[in-house]
């Protein structure tokens, strides 16, 4: 057991002084505030640095849409990218460690006026326009019934409130705490857009690059967020 313990401390010292004698490099989306807006920054990257930081990585960040972030990190530009979520879609593309950056609960969003009221993506009525981002995963559900609906996607989360206040679409799919961040951005109330059922509660993660060779780097994120967890209770 001791030269097993040994053994596991050697590894991770010299994986994390490999890492950290450059700095890696990971790709942020520059449209999901309060997690990550036009700049990058955010709560996501507050976290991701943090962790990083305890296990001694430096990290350099390149901020691009969600879609851009998605083909660095499939294609090895960048060792990953960060706020996916991990579903049957992406784990098929990414690599993705144990642990979460955060939970987002998303929903239904209408314009006040709309009587649709839907509890999940399997009662959204076949043809309906729905309004969404370029790029993001709304969950499995979603996923499977995607195929039935009118997709409006675009690329930042001002249009979505007026794709919905102008009645362009039926309805939308927004994380919570963006909506309620983006309507104050606009000048508006909560109470300007009506909220629904949850359409689902994410984990959202840091999609890493399967080609490469990235699981230490991987195991590395993981026990920093475990130590910046610990840290907080």
Same mark, same amino acid.
Request: net charge neutral.
């Given at each position: ?5 040994? +053994? ?5 010292? &010299?994986?994390?002084?490999?890492? $950290? $004698?450059?700095?890696? @490099?990971?790709?942020?989306?520059? &449209? ?10 955010? #709560? ?17 960040? #390149? ?21 996916? !979520?991990?579903?049957?879609?992406? !784990? ?28 999940? %993506?399997?009662?959204?009525? !076949?043809?309906?326009?729905?309004? +969404? ?11 499977? /019934? ?19 206040? /102008? @009645? ?14 983006? +309507? ?22 840091? %999609? ?16 920093? +967020? ?6 907080? @209770?």
């Amino acid at each position: 057991m001791y030269y097993r313990k040994l +053994l596991f401390f050697m590894t991770f010292f &010299s994986v994390s002084t490999c890492f $950290s $004698s450059e700095s890696i @490099k990971l790709a942020v989306e520059n &449209s999901w505030p309060p997690y990550s807006d036009i700049n990058g920054n955010g #709560i996501s990257k507050d976290i991701i640095q943090k962790a990083f930081a305890s296990v001694n990585i430096n990290v350099e960040f #390149i901020v691009v849409p969600y879609k851009r972030a998605l083909f660095l990190a499939e294609v090895g530009e960048v060792v990953g990218a960060f706020n996916v !979520t991990k579903q049957e879609s992406t !784990t098929k593309v990414f690599s993705f460690g144990e642990e979460a950056i955060l939970q987002a609960e998303a929903s239904f969003y209408y314009e006040n006026s709309n009587k649709l009221n839907v509890k999940s %993506a399997n009662e959204i009525p !076949t043809g309906a326009s729905i309004a +969404l981002i370029i790029g993001y995963e709304y969950g499995n559900d979603y996923e499977k /019934n995607k195929h039935r609906f009118n997709e409006i996607r675009v690329s930042n989360q001002k249009q979505i409130i007026q794709l919905i206040r /102008n @009645k362009r679409v039926d309805l939308a799919i927004m994380f919570d705490e963006v909506a309620k961040y983006t +309507l104050r951005e606009m000048g508006l109330e909560r109470n300007d857009i009506k909220q629904g059922g949850i359409n689902h509660k994410s984990d959202i993660y840091v %999609a890493f690059n399967k080609n490469q060779e990235t699981t230490p780097l991987i195991k590395l994120l993981d026990q920093g +967020l475990r130590n910046i967890k610990a840290a907080e @209770k």
